[in-house]
């Protein structure tokens, strides 16, 4: 398993794991069974139906194909970048730049598929000459499938202290992801250490953009990023 280095907005570098050819192969084998099952099941269910005219045959057919052909599209958007073979290999799909991929970024993987699997498992041999364990849809969708075996939990990583009666400021920060929340504070903490002012900017006004905030409460852009995270542990914390 090779070594992922993502720098991410804030131009801070981190590392994962980049999951193996093997393991994402283990893992497309998971998920093809399980499609395997849906369509003998599906089979059965459309042999009851062959006196229907051959139109509706057709109609009935694709429209029973319909969760095969989007089963990867649809669970990586609601799975946040898993398919349930992605899940049990412990794996997913993440973005290049750390934040969390976007249904557009799975469209475009999803579209590839058709040169990667179809042609030859075209995918796979790319995945072996690529330090990042891209396969073309990857590449395209500037998106990578990290491990996360060896994953610190949120808990280690994002956890603020709260008060018995903190009250929190900006509920839309239900926006961000775990990993984004991650992200956030390590760039926090190194540029609050470093009194690094211009990227405590730059993250300011990044989270505005992303959660939707017009006009901040705090004094300084440290007290509101300090009340961000807190706010994300305080509305995340039992989930």
Same mark, same amino acid.
């Given at each position: 398993?090779?070594?992922?280095?993502?720098?991410?907005?804030?131009?801070?570098?981190?590392?994962?794991?980049?999951?193996?050819?093997?393991?994402?192969?283990?893992?497309?084998?998971?998920?093809?069974?399980?499609?395997?099952?849906?369509?003998?099941?599906?089979?059965?269910?459309?042999?009851?139906?062959?006196?229907?005219?051959?139109?509706?045959?057709?109609?009935?057919?694709?429209? =029973?194909?319909?969760?095969?052909?989007?089963?990867?599209?649809? =669970?990586?958007?609601?799975?946040?970048?898993?398919?349930?073979?992605?899940?049990? =290999?412990?794996?997913?799909?993440?973005?290049?730049? !750390?934040?969390?991929?976007?249904?557009?970024?799975?469209?475009?993987?999803?579209?590839?598929?058709?040169?990667?699997?179809?042609?030859? !498992?075209?995918?796979?041999?790319?995945?072996?000459?690529?330090?990042?364990?891209?396969?073309?849809?990857?590449?395209?969708?500037?998106?990578?499938?990290?491990?996360?075996?060896?994953?610190?939990?949120?808990?280690?990583?994002?956890?603020?202290?709260?008060?018995?009666?903190?009250?929190?400021?900006?509920?839309?920060?239900?926006?961000?992801?775990?990993?984004?929340?991650?992200?956030?504070?390590?760039?926090?903490?190194?540029?609050?250490?470093?009194?690094?002012?211009?990227?405590?900017?730059?993250?300011?006004?990044? =989270?505005?953009? %992303?959660?939707?905030?017009? /006009?901040?409460?705090?004094?300084?852009?440290?007290?509101?990023?300090? %009340?961000?995270?807190?706010?994300?542990?305080?509305?995340?914390? /039992?989930?």
């Amino acid at each position: 398993m090779s070594e992922l280095q993502i720098n991410t907005t804030q131009n801070v570098k981190i590392k994962f794991n980049a999951a193996g050819a093997g393991e994402r192969l283990l893992a497309f084998i998971i998920d093809m069974t399980i499609k395997i099952g849906y369509l003998l099941i599906v089979g059965n269910v459309f042999d009851a139906f062959e006196n229907m005219d051959e139109w509706s045959q057709i109609g009935l057919n694709t429209l =029973l194909s319909l969760p095969v052909m989007f089963y990867t599209l649809v =669970l990586e958007s609601f799975l946040q970048g898993q398919t349930l073979g992605k899940r049990a =290999l412990k794996i997913k799909v993440v973005k290049i730049d !750390g934040y969390q991929a976007s249904f557009s970024d799975y469209v475009v993987r999803w579209f590839f598929r058709i040169v990667d699997v179809y042609v030859l !498992g075209l995918g796979f041999f790319v995945m072996l000459f690529n330090n990042k364990t891209q396969r073309l849809g990857d590449m395209a969708a500037g998106t990578a499938v990290i491990g996360l075996k060896d994953h610190v939990t949120i808990n280690h990583t994002i956890l603020e202290h709260l008060k018995a009666d903190y009250v929190p400021t900006y509920p839309n920060v239900i926006k961000l992801s775990d990993n984004d929340a991650r992200i956030i504070k390590e760039t926090f903490t190194s540029a609050r250490a470093a009194k690094d002012y211009q990227t405590l900017i730059k993250l300011r006004t990044k =989270l505005m953009e %992303v959660i939707g905030i017009k /006009d901040i409460k705090q004094k300084t852009d440290m007290e509101f990023i300090d %009340v961000i995270l807190k706010d994300y542990n305080y509305y995340t914390q /039992d989930m």
